[in-house]
């Protein structure tokens, strides 16, 4: 179950249902995830491959880490690595994660918390669990999202949020039958705590087993919708999905999403991640951790990289580890 929720959903602020005129977004795509292994070897979904970039603008990648029950001794994370052009956005909807970067930010994500991470012109960054919860095991289960910045601030300074999970808007559909919590952008004139560069809005839902939820959208973003876990529909047309897919809407003003009656006792409740962002609709020239316009850009940032021009590893220690 995810680490923030509420004891009473009715006695959050409720979003309007959508007027009647109001027109559903038809489903363009429905996507499944394939399974692969991200840094030092955690589980992870890569839940846009195979997705038209043009469908996913302003996005660029996410991956679904976990969900996973880690042993002692197995939990994993990334080593050092750079980051060039565009903001990464890391949601611990359950367990705990120490980031660190060659700038001197760095900090504990756990719980419900939001870290965005704007890399703009570039820094070494490393993600890892605290040594505690390496020797005890546990829980892990997130989400790391990559959103494109502009041409024009693609080489801003780096900076990070850490927004707490206690922190989101949470948000009732109107019947009561799905949790909302807004981390970024708005739902309906409620905004979430997340500051963008690019305009976008980042959501994450629960919805009760035969509930539906139909959210205003902003018909100038695209429009997504991706399973944590649980079977519905997406959809004036109910269209099925279930967990590790992607539901790619076309235009209109209403995203629709549903629960079947039924979910497997593991996952009492539908949860999904309702993404969306104005596009930036302009060239992507990417290659592993670097999102720029152009060939030449991301040799450069190549170049950079390798003659140190993005940071170098501190010499102290990662946070919660001793000196052997």
């Known amino acids: ?188 004139g409620h905004s979430g705590p997340g500051i963008t560069h690019t305009p976008i809005s980042v959501v994450h839902a629960t919805v009760a087993p035969g509930a539906r939820a139909r959210l205003p959208w902003r018909p100038d973003f695209n429009a997504l919708v991706y399973v944590l876990s649980g079977d519905g529909y997406v959809g004036s047309e109910r269209r099925p999905i279930g967990s590790g897919q992607l539901a790619v809407f076309g235009p209109g003003d209403v995203i629709e999403v549903g629960a079947s009656d039924r979910q497997e006792s593991r996952h009492p409740s539908l949860e999904v991640l309702v993404l969306g962002g104005r596009p930036i609709r302009e060239p992507v020239a990417a290659y592993g951790p670097f999102v720029m316009n152009t060939r030449e850009e991301l040799i450069q940032a190549f170049e950079d990289f390798e003659a140190g021009k993005l940071g170098t590893i501190p010499s102290e220690p990662h946070p919660g580890h001793d000196v052997l």
């Open 1 to 188: 179950m995810p680490a923030v929720t509420v004891d009473n959903i009715l006695t959050l602020p409720r979003v309007t249902e959508p007027d009647v005129t109001a027109r559903s977004r038809a489903v363009r795509s429905v996507t499944t995830a394939p399974r692969g292994f991200e840094g030092e070897g955690f589980p992870v979904h890569r839940a846009f491959a195979g997705v038209d970039m043009a469908a996913l603008d302003p996005f660029i990648h996410m991956d679904q880490m976990g969900e996973v029950e880690y042993a002692a001794g197995e939990p994993k994370g990334t080593p050092w690595h750079p980051h060039r052009g565009f903001e990464t956005v890391t949601y611990m909807i359950d367990g705990v994660m120490e980031h660190q970067d060659s700038h001197g930010g760095g900090g504990v994500i756990k719980d419900g918390d939001t870290q965005w991470m704007t890399a703009g012109s570039g820094l070494l960054h490393i993600e890892a669990p605290p040594e505690e919860v390496v020797m005890k095991g546990g829980l892990f289960h997130g989400t790391q999202l990559w959103v494109n910045l502009p041409s024009h601030q693609k080489m801003s300074d780096p900076r990070y949020q850490d927004i707490r999970g206690g922190e989101v808007a949470l948000l009732s559909t109107p019947d009561g039958g799905a949790l909302l919590r807004v981390i970024a952008g708005e739902v309906d």
